[in-house]
């Protein structure tokens, strides 16, 4: 099989060494790819095809696996990705024994970081008018997911991960963000409390997302430089960062305790690009 840009492997064998990276593939999901991730789904495949001709490459294709029926409908999409990235094709039988469970989807790929910046330099990076988004303790990829996919509708200019949130290139938070982890520039590393520091080192105006917060979101002064922090559901941000920086919180009806993580920090950035002029 052939298209007009490359050659269409088929795989009959779910043990064949050429698509060892997407055999058991949840299991590998946990013990971690090294800098590798798996991409699952149109969607996610077709921001992977951004990110090649982004002009500052953060990610590129290693192969693809595809279901043998789907290979038509994504002509557009392969086209995008440079002519030596395999593709590899299989029947919905082969295509399961390989990824150890039913993949409904049929899309697969296999993705390497090829820049991965520090907090440091991210920020030096940005325009002078920035909103930049800080997570500490995020350990839940769905939450982790959302946060990414909100940080891109509200044109958020960087994300920031402290060293116990969880991996946001994990297959579960990638699907989720619908691969906004792909176009959100993001830093991952580092205690909450030093990456917080860098951040206002870089002059930004932090203020701190909690249900106790100072201030009503709404009112959060404009700034050409300000960022959000949001942390762990439950606890919430840890009492040193909140007596260090400033706080903000969301109106809500008093019988209810808290938002759901991901939900209040989509409504908080919404508030702060519109303070910003970010949005059209």
């Not at 520039?185 to 917060?213: H, K, Y």
């Not at 706080?247 to 690009?273: C, F, H, K, V, W």
Request: glycine content about 10%; charged content about 20%; overall charge neutral.
């Amino acid at each position: 099989m052939r298209d007009t840009a490359r050659q269409i492997i088929r795989i009959n064998d779910p043990h064949d060494p050429r698509i060892a990276e997407f055999r058991d593939i949840r299991e590998r999901d946990l013990v971690g790819r090294h800098g590798q991730f798996i991409a699952e789904g149109t969607v996610v495949l077709r921001m992977l095809a951004a990110a090649h001709v982004s002009a500052k490459a953060r990610f590129r294709a290693e192969t693809l696996l595809l279901l043998e029926n789907r290979l038509e409908g994504l002509g557009e999409i392969l086209a995008a990705f440079p002519a030596e990235v395999p593709v590899y094709v299989a029947s919905a039988a082969v295509l399961d024994q390989i990824a150890g469970f039913h993949l409904h989807r049929g899309v697969l790929a296999l993705g390497s970081r090829m820049l991965e910046q520090g907090a440091d330099a991210l920020l030096n990076a940005l325009p002078e008018k920035a909103l930049v988004g800080v997570c500490c303790g995020i350990s839940n990829h769905d939450n982790i997911g959302s946060i990414f996919r909100n940080a891109a509708a509200f044109g958020v200019s960087a994300l920031l991960l402290d060293e116990t949130c969880c991996d946001p290139l994990y297959r579960k938070a990638l699907r989720v963000s619908v691969g906004s982890v792909l176009s959100v520039p993001f830093a991952r590393g580092g205690a909450a409390l030093s990456l917080l520091e860098t951040v206002d080192r870089a002059g930004f105006a932090i203020f701190g997302l909690s249900p106790r917060g100072e201030i009503d979101i709404r009112n959060v002064p404009k700034g050409n430089r300000v960022a959000l922090v949001t942390g762990t559901e439950g606890e919430g941000l840890p009492a040193h960062i909140m007596e260090r920086f400033q706080t903000a919180r969301i109106p809500q009806m008093p019988q209810l305790d808290s938002l759901n993580a991901a939900t209040a920090t989509g409504i908080a950035l919404y508030e702060m690009a519109r303070g910003q002029d970010l949005l059209g």
